[in-house]
């Protein structure tokens, strides 16, 4: 059965940081892309940051580049999103995805999906 579980959202202050985790399990890890995207109140759901399977290739979101880091222990499988300078724009529920072999981030090119951890930024 394959899963992917999120951790480690919560309520910090603007300024602050957070590092979220998403362990996968049923699946060979390193043969997938991981994403992460989020999903704020009354909006789409949006890519933050993804990394590719080989090469370990990273892609930002502008809105988070220079604030936001992805990376990935396939030893552990598990990807992480570290998340400094956090903004009130960021609030919003995190997801984790996977796409087999992806190169493309996009909702749509995703092959799994957890269930999201809640991240809110107060001002």
């Known amino acids: 059965q394959v899963q992917q579980v999120e951790s480690g959202g919560g309520l910090v202050q603007a300024g602050g940081s957070l590092r979220l985790s998403c362990t996968a399990s049923g699946r060979t890890f390193s043969s997938y892309s991981m994403g992460w995207f989020r999903q704020a109140p009354g909006k789409e759901r949006e890519v933050v940051a993804g990394?590719?399977?080989?090469?370990?290739?990273?892609y930002y979101a502008e809105s988070v580049k220079g604030r936001f880091t992805i990376s990935r222990d396939n030893a552990k499988n598990t990807v992480y999103l570290q998340m400094n300078s956090l903004q009130p724009e960021d609030t919003a529920v995190y997801y984790c995805a996977a796409s087999f072999h992806g190169s493309r981030w996009y909702a749509g090119a995703m092959d799994y999906w957890g269930e999201g951890t809640l991240v809110t930024i107060s001002s």
């Open positions: 990394v590719r399977w080989i090469g370990g290739s990273t």
